[in-house]
């Protein structure tokens, strides 16, 4: 995504569920601030499926980064773990598996790139106004 940033801001956190929570408030807390108060239920919902994703499956201490550039806000959860956030047709009644369906129903796209090291980011983007 080579855009130019306006703003971007990171947090590191450990691989345990309570970072699930705080990636949702870190979010909340730095859309509010730019004024993006149209986006922070959209954002912080993916931004907790793909916390969760790092939490369950990665296992690894996560980052979660959040910037605007040009007429996008980008969310990305980097890991360490090489493997791809997985898209599962589940049963409507089960209560795990769509993670990946909400980030592709809230997001204007999302997708995958490996980072150095063998970890990979998870990134979703999101149209501003």
């Known amino acids: 995504m080579g855009q130019a940033s306006f703003w971007a801001h990171d947090t590191a956190l450990p691989a345990e569920a309570v970072s699930v929570l705080r990636a ?9 601030e730019h004024r993006l108060w149209y ?27 959040l910037e605007q550039a040009d ?26 598996g769509r993670g990946v369906s909400i980030v592709d129903l809230l997001s204007n796209g999302w997708g995958v790139t490996e980072t150095p090291g063998g970890g990979k980011s998870v990134w979703a983007s999101f149209p501003t106004r």
């Open 39 to 65: 986006l922070v239920d959209d954002v912080r919902l993916v931004a907790s499926e793909l916390a969760t994703n790092a939490v369950r499956h990665a296992r690894t201490p996560f980052k979660v980064r």
């Open 24 to 32: 949702r408030h870190f979010v909340c807390v730095h859309l509010v």
């Open 71 to 96: 007429r996008l806000v980008l969310l990305s959860v980097d890991d360490s773990s090489p493997a791809p956030p997985v898209h599962l047709a589940t049963d409507p009644l089960s209560t795990a």
